[in-house]
C-alpha cells in the first residue's frame, strides 16, 4: 500500500528538469490510478499475467507517467528505470506501448481508441466465460472525439457489465480550457443518453490538472512541457512538504 | 459493429489481445482509410492477430462512385510495419511467392488482383503482334517476393505493371522500389505501371471504367505497344 503522496513524488523524479513531460494530466489522476490498482483491482505483481487478472487500460495515453509509478511501486518494474523514461531503447516508452514493459495492456496514445478496445477484451472474456473487470481511465478532452461515443454505444448495447470507465475531468486539455475549446457539459447526462448508469458504469471524476503543485494546478501550461532546474526543485519541495504535514497529522491522531 | 469502422478496428485489437484471431470486413476505402490509424496503433504496431479484409477494392465497385472506390489502400497498408499485403486472385496462392502464368521473352507483364486475367487475354493480343510477353501475378504485395523481382529484372528489358490501384503506392511502386536496388549491370529493365493514373473514380459500369483506365485485355495491349514503340530505340 502507498504512504500518502509518495507517488506524487516519484513522478516529479521521474522528470529531469529540461525534458518534455506530461506534468498536469498525470498529476490529476495519480489518485485514481492509486486507489484502482490498491484498493480496488484484482491485481499484482504476481497476478499481472493472470488470465483473471482485473484490467486498467489508460485510454488517456500522454499521462502514463503516472501508470508506470504505480506499476513500479506495485513491483513491477525497479522505480530507477523509469529515469530512463522517453530515452532510446529505454522500455517505458512516451505513450503506452503493449510492447515494451509488463503492465500495459493496451496501445494507446492516439486518444480516444482505450474503450474501444476494452470493449473487445471484455467481448472475449465473454467468449471464455471469465469475470474480471476492465477499467478504462479517459479524459475529459478526450471525449471531444467520435470514436469514443461509437465504443460508449457497443458497451450498451452489448451490457458489458465488467467494463468501467472513469473520467478524469480535469478541465483543461493542451490548448486551454475543455469548456472554451469544445465543452461538453454536463458530462453525466452525456452519458447516460449513451446507455450508461446502472449497466455499464462511468464514473466522472472532478480531478485537478496539476494536482499537488501549486503553480500547476488549473493550468493547460504544465499539459506537456519542461521544467527548469527551479520549477523542478519547487515542485519537489511542495511534494515532500506535504508529505511530511501528512505523516504529522496521521502520527498526532 | 454498426457503421462505426474505428470502433470495429479497436474493439479487434481488444479481442485479440485475448488471445483471439479476428477477421474484419468493411469496403476496402472505409477499412483502410477511416481506420487507418486504429490499424497503425492498435493492429501493425502491436502485431496483432488482426486479419483485415477489404472488400470492394478497385474502381470496379461501379456505381457508387468516387467515395467509395478505393484507390489508395495498398499504398496505405504497405507503408505500415508488420503488416501482410494480400490481394487474391484466381491464381495458385503461396504466401509471398509470385506466380509464372505464362513464359515469354523481352517483355513481362506483373499483375495482381482480378485485373491479372485481363493481362493473360492481352497477353494473347500481343502475340498476334509478334510479341511474347511473360505473365506474372503478385498477389502478395508484402512482403515482396524480391528474388522473383530479381529475376524478373534480368530476363526481361521491358516490365509492366498491371494493378486496378493508383500508379502511385501499390504494385508499380513496389516493383520499381526493387529494381532501383539492383546493382547489377544489365537489371535495370525499362517499368512502366499500368493502372490508375493519380485519379480518382467516379460512377459507370465496371466494364465501362475499366475501359476508360485501359485495365481491359485491349488497353492493356495498346498501353505495351505504344510504350514498346516508343522506346524501340532502346531495345538490345
Known amino acids: ?253 | 459493429m454498426g457503421i462505426a469502422e474505428q470502433d470495429m478496428i479497436s474493439t479487434a485489437a481488444g479481442l485479440a489481445s485475448s488471445g483471439k484471431i479476428v477477421f474484419v470486413n468493411s469496403f476496402a476505402v472505409f477499412l483502410t482509410g477511416r481506420a487507418f490509424d486504429q490499424i497503425r496503433q492498435q493492429v501493425s504496431l502491436p502485431k496483432a492477430n488482426v486479419k483485415l479484409c477489404g472488400s470492394n477494392a478497385g474502381i470496379t465497385l461501379g456505381a457508387d462512385g468516387a467515395t467509395h472506390q478505393s484507390i489508395n489502400h495498398l499504398t496505405l497498408m504497405r507503408c505500415l510495419p508488420n503488416m501482410s499485403v494480400l490481394v487474391p486472385a484466381d491464381c495458385p496462392f503461396e504466401m509471398g511467392k509470385a506466380v509464372v502464368l505464362r513464359q515469354g521473352s523481352r517483355v513481362a507483364l506483373v499483375a495482381t488482383g482480378p485485373v491479372t486475367a485481363h493481362a493473360l487475354e492481352a497477353a494473347d493480343r500481343l502475340a498476334a503482334e509478334g510479341i511474347r510477353p511473360a505473365v506474372y501475378n503478385f498477389h502478395t504485395i508484402k512482403p515482396f517476393d524480391i528474388p522473383c523481382a530479381r529475376e524478373i529484372a534480368c530476363r526481361y528489358e521491358t516490365v509492366f505493371t498491371i494493378e486496378e490501384h493508383n500508379v502511385i503506392g501499390g504494385l508499380g511502386s513496389a516493383l520499381a522500389e526493387t529494381f532501383c536496388e539492383l546493382y547489377e549491370p544489365g537489371t535495370k529493365p525499362l517499368l512502366h505501371r499500368i493502372g490508375i493514373r493519380d485519379a480518382y473514380g467516379e460512377s459507370g459500369s465496371a466494364e465501362e471504367l475499366v475501359r476508360k483506365h485501359r485495365l481491359d485485355a485491349e488497353g492493356i495491349a495498346r498501353t505495351v505497344l505504344e510504350i514498346l514503340e516508343a522506346n524501340r530505340q532502346y531495345w538490345r
Open chain 1, 1 to 253: 500500500m502507498s504512504e500518502p503522496r509518495v507517488e506524487e513524488l516519484e513522478l516529479i523524479r521521474m522528470f529531469s528538469f529540461g525534458k518534455v513531460q506530461h506534468f498536469g494530466g498525470s498529476l490529476s489522476c495519480i489518485e485514481l490510478l492509486t486507489c484502482l490498482y490498491f484498493h480496488e483491482m484484482r491485481y499484482s505483481a504476481q497476478l499481472k499475467d493472470d488470465p483473471e487478472r482485473d484490467r486498467f487500460i489508460l485510454s488517456k495515453g500522454h499521462s502514463v507517467p503516472a501508470q508506470y509509478v504505480i506499476l513500479s511501486m506495485l513491483g513491477i518494474f525497479p522505480m530507477s528505470e523509469l529515469r530512463t523514461i522517453k530515452q532510446l531503447g529505454s522500455r517505458f516508452q512516451g505513450h503506452p506501448d503493449s510492447t515494451k514493459p509488463p503492465g500495459i495492456e493496451a496501445p494507446t496514445g492516439s486518444l480516444g481508441r482505450g474503450l474501444s478496445f476494452a470493449n473487445g477484451v471484455a467481448l472475449a472474456a465473454r467468449l471464455d466465460s471469465r469475470n474480471f473487470k476492465i477499467f478504462v481511465l479517459l479524459g475529459d478532452g478526450e471525449l471531444q472525439g467520435g470514436q469514443v461515443w461509437e465504443a460508449a454505444m457497443t458497451s450498451a448495447h452489448h451490457r458489458l457489465t465488467n467494463v468501467c470507465v472513469l473520467v478524469d475531468c480535469n478541465k483543461f486539455q493542451s490548448q486551454g480550457s475543455v469548456q472554451e475549446i469544445k465543452g461538453n457539459e454536463p458530462l453525466e447526462e452525456q452519458w447516460a443518453a449513451f446507455g450508461w448508469g446502472v449497466i455499464p458504469v462511468a464514473i466522472i471524476a472532478s480531478t485537478v490538472k496539476g494536482k499537488g503543485v501549486s503553480f500547476m494546478e488549473n493550468s493547460f501550461k504544465y499539459h506537456n512541457c519542461s521544467l527548469t532546474e527551479q520549477e523542478h526543485r519547487a515542485a519537489e519541495r511542495e511534494i515532500l512538504d506535504q508529505i511530511r504535514s501528512r505523516k504529522h497529522v496521521e502520527s498526532e491522531s
